[in-house]
């Protein structure tokens, strides 16, 4: 079955870019939309953006200035880059498949049914 | 931005039924689904479309929508379904997400 694993640097510092990439294992990447979501400790969930693999981008609004998401369908991984980073932006990161299994067919958007371990990302000096 | 509007705390006894609801203006056009996350571990989809359950779930999980509000409803609850829950749909255009702020579902 498909799965996700997240990696990248556990500690960033401030105003420097946080990188984390997401290999895809069990299935192709290709044809699907992908999604970035983080959660600060004791928080809640954030959608950061979804990338297809054409590349085709979607930001958080909230976000948009600082991301961007990058696909390698050689490498069945896809990335994100997120700028000018702040404290605000510890958080564990997960990705995530875009679709779900309902009445008999996948619909490739609108949930997410896989997802990743989750990543934590301090930002600290 | 849009926001999706849950209460931020649940408590029930065993056997009893948990309902937790999810406010939104947009979601009378969006469908909403529904995600259990316990400590330590990643989200999994519990309710899709508003009211299907995924392959997997048991039937004590149901949805229903009505009007701005949407509803987990958890019958007969039970210890293992203590976790945070959290509604997800997106905006009016469909093209951005976003997440309720959870609920904690404590079991008494």
């Known amino acids: 079955q498909v799965q996700l694993q997240e990696s990248g640097p556990g500690l960033v510092k401030p105003s420097e870019t946080l990188s984390l990439t997401c290999t895809v294992s069990?299935?192709?990447?290709?044809?699907?939309?992908w999604s970035w979501i983080r959660q600060p400790a004791g928080k809640g969930l954030e959608w950061i953006g979804r990338i297809y693999t054409s590349g085709s981008t979607n930001y958080n609004p909230s976000l948009k200035s600082r991301v961007t998401m990058s696909v390698d369908t050689s490498k069945n991984q896809f990335s994100l880059k997120l700028s000018s980073v702040t404290a605000a932006d510890t958080a564990v990161y997960y990705c995530a498949r875009d679709g779900y299994y309902g009445s008999g067919r996948y619909v490739p958007h609108d949930a997410f049914d896989i997802w990743g371990q989750g990543t934590m990302v301090t930002v600290s000096s | 931005s849009y926001e999706l509007t849950q209460p931020p705390s649940v408590s029930v006894s065993p056997g009893q039924t948990a309902r937790i609801t999810c406010s939104g203006d947009a979601l009378p056009k969006q469908y909403a689904y529904w995600y259990q996350q316990k400590p330590g571990q990643a989200p999994v989809l519990v309710i899709y479309k508003d009211s299907e359950r995924p392959s997997g779930i048991p039937e004590r999980f149901s949805g229903s929508s009505s009007g701005t509000t949407v509803t987990l409803t958890i019958s007969g609850v039970q210890a293992e379904d203590e976790a945070d829950y959290y509604c997800?749909?997106?905006?009016?255009?469909?093209?951005?997400?976003?997440f309720g702020g959870g609920t904690k579902l404590t079991v008494l």
């Open positions: 069990g299935g192709s990447i290709s044809s699907y939309y």
């Open positions: 997800q749909s997106a905006d009016s255009s469909g093209t951005y997400k976003v």
